[in-house]
C-alpha cells in the first residue's frame, strides 16, 4: 500500500475487509473480474470487456490472501 495512491483512501482495508469490492476469479489466472456497477470511474480497472479485469494491487492481495 505504500507505493500505491488509492482514490477511495484504502476503504478496502480499513472497513477491516467489509467494503472491498466484489470481484470474481477468472480461472486460476490470478485476474480478477470487477463486479462493480462503477467499475468504469476506477483508476485500477481494465475496461476491454465487460466486466471489466480489476487491477488492484490491494484487492488483488485480499483476493489471493482469503480465498483460499
Not at 475487509?17 to 463486479?35: A, P
Not at 466486466?51 to 490472501?65: N, S
Amino acid at each position: 500500500m505504500s507505493g500505491i495512491e488509492c482514490p477511495k483512501a484504502f476503504a478496502c482495508y480499513t472497513s477491516g475487509f467489509s467494503d472491498v469490492g466484489q470481484v470474481r476469479g477468472i480461472g486460476k489466472t490470478g485476474f480478477l473480474e470487477c463486479l462493480e456497477s462503477d467499475c468504469v470511474d476506477c483508476q485500477f480497472s481494465l475496461s476491454f470487456a465487460v466486466p471489466a479485469a480489476c487491477l488492484c494491487p490491494v484487492r488483488i492481495y485480499i483476493a489471493t490472501e482469503f480465498w483460499r
